[in-house]
């Protein structure tokens, strides 16, 4: 029964195929065909406001026509991209007990984000891979042309993306210090909230040097006449080790500091009590190794730099 449907479908479309082709073929051999160029055809200020696409020829007209329907068009979907990811962030936060909920708000979220994307640099696309003026891989000029453009849409997203994950990274942070502050006597909520910070400071940390150790460092582009040369640049790389290291220094140390002399104010205040002073010595050990890792690699660190053993 289905094969006879199916072959019964298939008679039809090629009899439909048959006569679309006979009718083009008596329009296109028909002299009214011939003469339909001469034809004097009205114009738009006829007919009152009706906008006319501008143009000399066809395909002007038609890019202008969908150039101004498709800018309203994308500012309608960015605002209703942005009101479906206010509303899927609403829907994540009232259900946060439904797991099944909130997986699919997350997913829906991403999704979101991405078409939000896509359609921002819609545009942008557009211009990259434009084949008016010849394809883009047409000559060296056009190539390092259009990878300029594209690069620079380019870091429009990422840094959105960094503008994003930074805060997501950021509200980690705050948001485990706190339940720290809150569940001190809890040492597996400690222990999980522990490891959400080391997670949130290494997302942070990636957010804030990623991008410098890809463009600067390990891709850096130095444009020329009709050329792009790429190559490692070793000294902003050492420049940017050294600041990394001066900031551990600065910042990680004095935490350090603060843990010993806070594990010591601990171990004399124990008054015997061995879970106290237990816990005291772990603070007083940790603390006493993570300085001594924090400016042992800050003296590696300087003496491999400054080349004197």
Do not use: C, H
Request: no cysteine; glycine share 10%.
């Amino acid at each position: 029964m289905r094969k006879q449907k199916n072959l019964t479908y298939l008679k039809a479309f090629i009899v439909a195929v048959i006569l679309i082709g006979i009718i083009i073929y008596f329009i296109a051999t028909s002299p009214l065909s011939a003469d339909a160029a001469y034809f004097d055809l009205p114009d738009a200020e006829n007919f009152g406001d009706v906008p006319a696409p501008e143009g000399d020829d066809a395909v002007a007209m038609a890019q202008n026509l969908i150039a101004r329907i498709m800018a309203p068009l994308r500012v309608i979907l960015a605002a209703v991209g942005v009101a479906l990811i206010v509303l899927y962030g609403f829907t994540l936060v009232v259900s946060a007990r439904n797991e099944e909920a909130i997986n699919t708000q997350k997913k829906a979220l991403i999704y979101g984000f991405i078409g939000l994307a896509l359609v921002s640099i819609a545009g942008s696309l557009s211009e990259i891979f434009n084949f008016q003026e010849g394809s883009f891989l047409g000559s060296e000029a056009d190539i390092v042309e259009r990878a300029g453009l594209f690069d620079s849409k380019a870091t429009v997203v990422i840094t959105f993306l960094k503008y994003i994950i930074g805060s997501i990274a950021v509200f980690a942070i705050v948001r485990s210090g706190f339940v720290m502050l809150l569940s001190g006597s809890s040492e597996e909520a400690v222990g999980k909230e522990r490891k959400n910070l080391v997670a949130g400071f290494t997302a942070l940390a990636f957010v804030i040097i990623g991008d410098f150790f890809v463009r600067k460092v390990m891709f850096n582009v130095v444009q020329g006449d009709n050329e792009a040369v790429v190559s490692i640049n070793a000294t902003a790389g050492i420049s940017e080790i050294i600041a990394i290291t001066n900031f551990m220094v600065w910042f990680v140390g004095p935490i350090m500091m603060l843990g010993i002399v806070a594990g010591g104010l601990m171990y004399a205040m124990a008054g015997g009590d061995e879970e106290k002073s237990g816990k005291a010595k772990k603070i007083l050990v940790n603390s006493i190794i993570g300085a001594i890792i924090i400016y042992g690699a800050f003296a590696l660190v300087s003496t491999i730099i400054s080349g004197v053993f």
